[in-house]
């Protein structure tokens, strides 16, 4: 799985929660890169996002992490 995004120096703004929440309703998982010019810790930056957009942190691995969040309407990917 690529990337979907990527988090720059700027770190969190208003647009990038947004586009990953619109993201997420989509697609129910989503892959974030940080930049090398970020300089905030990847696993803040994933508890952050994973607030501010009501989903879960899958996994983080160096400067990528995974968020999840079920589609309410047709949920592609059950859980046991």
Do not use: W
């Amino acid at each position: 799985m690529h990337a979907t995004f990527q988090v720059g120096k700027s770190s969190l703004t208003p647009e990038l929660t947004e586009a990953v929440g619109e993201s997420l309703q989509k697609n129910e998982l989503v892959k974030i890169a940080i930049l090398k010019n970020c300089l905030d810790d990847p696993g803040e930056i994933a508890q952050i996002m994973a607030e501010r957009t009501h989903s879960e942190v899958v996994q983080v691995i160096g400067k990528r992490f995974v968020l999840y969040r079920p589609n309410k309407d047709k949920p592609g990917i059950i859980l046991p």
